[in-house]
């Protein structure tokens, strides 16, 4: 039986363009990964979904949506006008969907902030701008933020997330239950102590790793992700060394829109025990004010580590030994870590 999902769009009225894209997103999903997934979304908006009723306006926007699935909220420079118990009409409905998920977890709730420059002309517009700004600041380790540069990029990111959402989502509906890898205190303290020995490439490529599994509701790393990652960011050096190893031998580079904001820092991810051994080991050999490349990590993986990549790198007949030819023949130096 297709699963259907309700997925319900808040938003002030300066965002049309971004109700309007995420629209023809789901349009697009419902043509291509739906069917996959045997699933389908529906957009819940007040336009459509909502009819003329005596009342609290947003109380009767409350009421008559009802139920959904999927929260999106998106907001650029306004933040909306007072709704009788909150700033706005969307916040009130952040607030709403907030309160759910403290008792469902699995609720998608996805915030999109867009940083298209503008010029406030007036002390409303100013404070308008200033109430989003706020209100940003208090989503921080809350909800999933998202921030795009100009309204162009939000459809394919939306569609990129909701891509990624739809198979937990399912599993979920369908009663297949997946494990949740827990935090760690040590390894959260091992990343934020190496990460100024981290040159920005690096820094980069681990962004990317952890926000493409924290878009999908699973925010942490392990190997896989990581080596797309670093596959993405087109570090010379690293290119010279994958260019030597079968295609078939490393993941797919991370595709489509990308983050690199450093949410990592803010929050509580999950390392795979392969990823927080590497960092540990690089932490310890690492020259005094030397920073750590995309090919020291890749390398000090692919030689030590236990991830599924490295399962796969085996597989192909590369091991440590053919990492260190293949750095002796480009003359490419990396740090050299043991177990």
Known sequence: M???????????????LERE?????????????????????EVV?????????????QQVINDQLGAYDIFVGVMWRRFGTPSGIAESGTEEEYRLA????????????????????????SIEELDQIRKVLVFRKDLEGKALTWSFKNHE??????????????????????GISRRRTESSEPDIKALHD????????????????????????????????????L????????????????????????????SEQTYILEERPWLSSCVAA??????????????????DIFADIAKNGTGSSVVLLRKHNIGPTDIDAILRKKNINAVNATH
């Open 2 to 16: 297709t699963s259907n999902f309700r997925l319900f769009l808040a938003s002030p009225g300066d965002v049309q």
């Open 21 to 41: 894209a995420l629209t023809n997103a789901v349009d697009e999903i419902n043509l291509t990964t739906g069917p996959l997934l045997d699933c389908r979304l």
């Open 45 to 57: 908006k007040w336009e459509t979904h909502t009819s003329p009723e005596a009342g609290r306006p």
């Open 98 to 121: 907030y309160k759910r998920w403290e008792n469902d977890r699995d609720l998608p709730l996805m915030f999109y902030f867009c940083e298209a420059p503008f010029f406030p002309a």
């Open 153 to 174: 990029e939000f459809e394919p990111t939306i569609r990129k997330h909701l891509s990624q959402r739809l198979p937990r989502l399912v599993e979920a509906r369908r």
């Open 194 to 229: 190496i990460w100024p020995k981290l040159d920005l490439a690096t820094q980069r490529a681990i962004s990317i790793a952890y926000n493409e599994n924290r878009q999908a509701g699973d925010p942490g790393i392990q190997t896989r992700d990581l080596f797309s990652a």
């Open 231 to 258: 596959l993405r960011i087109g570090d010379a050096p690293l290119q010279e060394i994958v260019a030597e190893l079968p295609t078939t031998a490393l993941p797919e580079p991370t595709q489509g829109p990308v």
């Open 278 to 295: 590497s960092i540990r080991r690089l932490a310890k050999v690492a020259p005094k004010d030397y920073k750590i490349t995309p090919t």
